[in-house]
């Protein structure tokens, strides 16, 4: 008798969530899509990958469906939910779940189905474990340059690297106190189980994955890089090369944002995100110097009229670190400018 196929909804199955369709039907799972703008493409043709790691032309045909409520007649029960959609937390805490978290309901199956986060931002998990308290919750940051450029056509860079975490982290630092969860941790092993489990299946699926006994430090060192970069390059319309060539300021400034980012990440315990990690991050920029650089999803968004991740990127950081006395010029320069440009694009005058 065959094992069951592990079956999976991806909810948001644009640039980064087709991807992973493509990796988890790979590893022999039953995997359907909820898709938003791309829904009629998606249906009438499939998708189409074009890959520098997995190969050109690939052209793959889940199930796809408008809503998720479409994707879950009764009797469906679904042993993973993956959200790839954007992060659009609101500037202030709400009483009620964000539209994302109640959208999920009606594929959660209470105590089994694995809720697994793809998605930008600090502090986007509690409303989800809040709401889904009996369920895994693994917390991921993605690393996987790719755009739809039509909808329904996506091309993928050279780079895939997913890193997993449980939330409420395993090991978080004695001072987190900004990241302490609310909910038990009476089944960190069982959620720890669910975290290698759903690495296996990124792995057998030719996927690259691991899993951290504290996923926010790795989210930590993910907002290094985007506050540095995304509303810089989004600002601008330049790439990271263009904005590094444009003058001899630019470095210190991108450098000092950054900087910025890690003095809030030390000042909640995590004290590996310093100026060495910094230092790295900028030398891998220059290096790309007389190539055509890296396009952030902010920038990306920007050309293709889309709103953009102003608070799960730079909002979150910033009040955080307003909150805790600490000096954060120009991430809120960097916020206030980004956030007039993301209202600009909401009423298409971009």
Known sequence: MSER????LLFGSGAIGTIYVYILQQAGCDVSAVCRSNYEAAKANGFTINSAIYGQNIHIQPPVYRTIEDA????????YIIITTKSFP????????????????????????TIVLIQNGLLIEEEYK????????????????????????????E???????????????????????????SGVE???AAA??????IRKGNGTAHVYPDIQAQRWKKLLLNCGWNPVCALSRSRDVGVLGACDEAEGYVKAVMMEVAGVARAVGYE???????????ERAKARMGTKGIEPSMLADVRGGRRMEVEAILGGVMRLGKEMGLGVSRLEGLYVLSRALDQRIGEGLV
Do not use: W
């Open 159 to 185: 780079l895939e690297l997913l890193e997993i975490g449980t939330y409420p982290s395993a090991s978080p630092p004695q001072n987190s106190r900004a990241f302490a969860s609310t909910a038990s941790t």
């Open 90 to 113: 609101s500037p202030v805490p709400l009483p009620a779940p964000s539209p994302s978290v109640a959208a999920i309901a009606p594929a959660i199956t209470p105590s089994h189905t």
């Open 190 to 192: 069982r959620d720890a």
């Open 196 to 201: 290698n489990a759903f690495k296996d299946l």
């Open 130 to 157: 809040a709401a889904y308290p009996s369920n895994p919750l693994l917390s991921c940051v993605v690393y996987l340059p790719t755009t739809q450029f039509s909808p329904a056509v996506i091309e993928m860079g």
């Open 272 to 282: 590996g995100v310093d100026e060495n990690m910094v230092d790295g991050v900028m």
């Open 72 to 79: 879950c007649p009764p009797g469906t029960t679904y042993d």
């Open 5 to 8: 196929r592990p079956r999976v």
